[in-house]
């Protein structure tokens, strides 16, 4: 029964929309729901720790030319190990060895983002795993320097690709009760990758290493299959039953009507951004009216108009309407880089992206970052009683963290 005082009682249409709109920026616009804690955690964490074996992958190799550079590098005191193909390192070829993967990673950085909405996040964080086994595989068979150089260029640039499509799908998958959780299980990841590589390095030949870390890159792949798709891309692409599934299976494995007021407002977040970037406001209009049990003109609708609970239905037309009101903006060709530059000049974006700049500035100078391909040779000069490999696996974690990298 509608009426005078129930419409008073509602909020106002303007007022909806902005909750809406702060929901989805903070990722927790929900349709309530009896779903227990731990059955909506769980997925969330599954897919967090397939992600995380690539921090795992970063951490190992990140570790190696450690290993490599103690096994190679000799000294009068400390003979070099015995290696099946000769191969040896003096001052200079280890210095190359140990910077070349720092080198390379900007340009994999780079990569990433020219390549991470096309191809969307699983599907980038299953292609980052590409040249990586390729590098362990060169580092295991090496014959010569150009293979050892050419192993750690691949893995700079692998590690260059997979930074943005980690820290962009743990963002778009969780919400926001467990988004710090998930954040934090990064560095703990890292930290194990650099004991497992420092652990067999201590026990066992560089190659026969980099032959059991081949298994990293595989057994991620097999992970990373197993999990859905961000959510926030799929709206983007108008793929927006993929999208339904995907927040069913991250949200609990629920029924559809569970997550249609997330679909819902991802859809109304979209258009709006696809509006403010100069996008056609008509395709965001057609993924929203399809969200809200309409379906679009290639029949890719959510869901059909008597499955949508009735509470959901105004948000969906919300969602629909908006991108109407929306400002749209006629953008040349490279527009859209543009429009990037002009929000990275904004004192909001600048502010921070400095403070980060600074802060990676001043840990690099301590050197630290320099050091850890030499560790065990460096160990090796203080004359300890500990072996030095033995004293690399203890100090691993501390490193780790004053390096910055967990």
Same mark, same amino acid.
């Given at each position: 029964m509608t009426g005078p005082a129930s419409n008073a009682a509602s909020p106002p249409r303007e007022k909806q929309e902005h909750l809406t709109e702060a929901a989805v920026a903070n990722g927790c616009c929900r349709d309530p729901g009896a779903v227990d804690p731990f059955r909506e955690a769980l997925p969330q964490v599954l897919a967090s720790c397939a992600k995380n074996m690539l921090l795992l992958d970063i951490g190992m190799t990140l570790a190696f030319p450690t290993v490599v550079i103690a096994a190679l590098l000799g000294s009068k005191e400390h003979p070099r190990?015995?290696?099946?193909?000769?191969? *040896?390192?003096?001052?200079?070829?280890? /210095?190359?060895?140990? /910077?070349?993967?720092?080198?390379?990673?900007?340009?994999?950085?780079?990569? /990433?983002?020219?390549?991470?909405?096309?191809?969307?996040?699983?599907?980038?964080m299953l292609l980052v795993n590409a040249p990586h086994l390729l590098s362990w595989l060169l580092l295991s068979t090496a014959r010569s320097h150009a293979a050892l150089f050419?192993?750690?260029?691949?893995?700079?640039?692998?590690?260059? $690709?997979?930074?943005?499509?980690?820290?962009?799908?743990?963002?778009?998958i969780s919400t926001p009760k467990l988004r710090g959780a998930l954040t934090s299980m990064a560095g703990i990841s890292v930290m194990l990758g650099f004991f497992i590589e420092y652990l067999l390095g201590t026990l066992?030949?560089?190659? *026969?290493?980099?032959?059991?870390?081949?298994?990293?890159?595989?057994?991620?792949?097999?992970?990373?299959?197993?999990?859905?798709?961000?959510?926030?891309?799929?709206?983007?692409?108008?793929?927006?039953?993929?999208?339904e599934r995907a927040l069913r299976w991250l949200r609990g494995w629920v029924p559809a009507s569970a997550v249609q007021t997330e679909l819902a407002a991802l859809v109304r977040y979209n258009a709006e951004m696809t509006a403010m970037s100069g996008?056609?406001?008509?395709?965001?209009?057609?993924?929203? /009216?399809?969200?809200?049990?309409?379906?679009?003109?290639?029949?890719?609708?959510?869901?059909?108009?008597?499955f949508v609970a009735d509470d959901v239905k105004p948000r969906a037309e919300?969602?629909?309407?908006?991108?109407?009101?929306?400002?749209?903006?006629?953008?040349?060709?490279?527009?859209?880089?543009?429009?990037?530059?002009?929000?990275?000049?904004?004192?909001?974006?600048?502010?921070?992206?400095?403070?980060?700049?600074?802060? $990676?500035?001043?840990?690099?100078? *301590?050197?630290?970052?320099?050091?850890?391909?030499?560790?065990?040779?460096? $160990?090796r000069q203080f004359g300890l009683p500990v072996d030095a490999h033995w004293l690399t696996v203890s100090v691993s974690r501390p490193l780790c963290a004053l390096s910055g990298e967990a």
């Open positions: 190990e015995p290696d099946e193909f000769g191969l *040896t390192f003096d001052e200079w070829q280890a /210095s190359w060895f140990g /910077s070349l993967m720092l080198i390379c990673q900007p340009f994999g950085s780079v990569l /990433s983002g020219l390549l991470l909405e096309p191809l969307g996040r699983k599907r980038a050419a192993a750690a260029a691949l893995m700079g640039l692998g590690m260059g $690709f997979m930074e943005a499509p980690i820290i962009t799908y743990v963002g778009e066992v030949t560089w190659r *026969t290493a980099a032959w059991g870390s081949v298994a990293v890159p595989l057994l991620t792949v097999l992970a990373i299959s197993q999990v859905p798709e961000s959510p926030m891309w799929l709206v983007s692409k108008g793929r927006l039953r993929d999208a996008g056609k406001a008509l395709r965001a209009a057609e993924q929203a /009216s399809a969200a809200a049990g309409g379906g679009g003109p290639n029949g890719n609708g959510v869901c059909n108009g008597g919300q969602a629909a309407a908006q991108p109407e009101r929306a400002p749209t903006v006629d953008v040349a060709p490279g527009g859209r880089y543009l429009d990037g530059v002009r929000a990275l000049r904004k004192r909001e974006t600048l502010w921070p992206l400095m403070l980060v700049i600074a802060f $990676f500035v001043i840990h690099h100078w *301590t050197g630290l970052s320099g050091l850890r391909p030499f560790m065990v040779p460096v $160990f």
